[in-house]
């Protein structure tokens, strides 16, 4: 009987380091959705790649002959390849509240088509994008049940004075917003056994037009998980996610709407919907104790756009995650 009860102390207090258990982190995808101790650093590390290859109006396929027959611009956008690699930082302030800080790199190629002649072209842009910074406050802290609220700035780092040949690219091309941006959200994560189920929303909003005059528009994430932990290293994630973006507003005068609809700001609005699934493994013994590597994958589900987009049809992310006392 005493082995017993030995036996089954030392089972729950190693499921409640909560920290050294794969599902108590939501799908790398999903980022502000936990809190850290008091004093307890967290590093992340994220490598993120997005195609982008298929013509979209409305809620259809398109295919070039398609765009033609509905514009007059002389180029058309056949490809994107978006990769973003970030590091991350949080800090456990109090019991409750949580501080973080985020800078990403990023890599964007696009292939476009000279309506007139077939002829292609390659455009690429790379270099630092915006800073995040983030608070994170604690609502519900339970072993079984999280509430984690958000609230965020957007440092305009990142260029968006992005040219080739002494012409400026469009707006899909350039590596920041220019300007200030306030974001705000909350996360919920409920456990029941090896399961668990979760949801974010998300906002953000840029306040006031940049240096070249125009303001990108209100961006908002909706999505939600579940998980199934087969053992207290690794899990499996399936999740749903919902991007939405506004129009933007004002125009960067040196960007001729003629040439393309990435350089229109009418295209801008649009919303896509994706599946993702994922997986989470945390080393729990050895040398890498601690250390948490994540994966996932996810298709284009569903889309409503403005006029004629190029469609994220594909996205991929790998992670790494540790925390230090």
């Known amino acids: 009987m005493r082995l ?6 030392l089972s729950t207090a190693a499921f409640s380091d909560h920290k050294n258990i794969a599902d108590r982190h939501a799908p790398i995808g999903v980022m502000k959705d936990h809190i850290h101790k008091p004093g307890e650093f967290m590093f992340s ?5 997005m195609k982008m290859d298929e013509l979209i109006n409305g809620s259809d396929e398109k295919s070039i002959q398609d765009y033609k027959d509905a514009n007059n611009k002389s180029m058309i956008p056949t490809d994107m390849n978006m990769k973003m690699y970030m590091i991350g930082a949080m800090y456990g302030l109090t019991d409750k509240i949580t501080l973080g800080v985020m800078q990403g790199y990023m890599k964007n190629t696009m292939e476009m088509e000279m309506a007139m002649n077939g002829m292609e072209s390659e455009s690429e842009t790379q270099g630092l994008g915006d800073t995040s910074l983030s608070a994170l406050y604690g609502i519900i802290d339970e072993q079984d049940l999280k509430l984690v609220g958000n609230i965020g700035l957007t440092l305009p780092l990142g260029s968006i004075e992005e040219e080739k040949n002494d012409m400026i690219l469009g707006y899909p091309m350039q590596l920041g917003s220019g300007s200030y941006g306030a974001s705000f959200g909350v996360t919920g994560i409920k456990y029941i056994d090896i399961y668990s189920a979760g949801a974010q929303v ?6 006031g037009r ?18 199934v932990m ?13 991007k939405q973006f506004e129009r933007l507003s004002g125009m960067n ?3 001729h709407s003629m040439m393309s609809t990435t350089h229109d700001t009418k295209f801008s609005t649009r919303r896509f919907d994706s599946v993702l699934v994922g997986a989470n493994y945390i080393f729990r013994s050895g ?15 569903g889309f409503d756009v403005n006029d004629f987009q190029l469609a994220p049809t594909e996205t991929m ?5 540790k925390a230090f006392q």
Do not use: C
């Open 4 to 9: 017993y009860v030995t036996l089954l102390l």
């Open 210 to 227: 940049n240096d070249e005059d125009y303001r990108l528009g209100n961006e908002y994430t909706f999505t939600s998980w579940i998980s």
């Open 45 to 49: 590390l994220r490598a993120v790649n």
């Open 230 to 242: 087969p053992v207290e290293s690794f899990s499996l994630s399936l999740r749903l996610e919902r």
């Open 202 to 207: 998300q906002g953000k909003t840029f306040l």
């Open 317 to 321: 992310v790998f992670g790494w995650q």
């Open 287 to 301: 040398a890498l104790e601690g250390h948490r590597l994540a994966f996932e994958y996810g298709k284009l589900a």
């Open 253 to 255: 005068e040196d960007m």
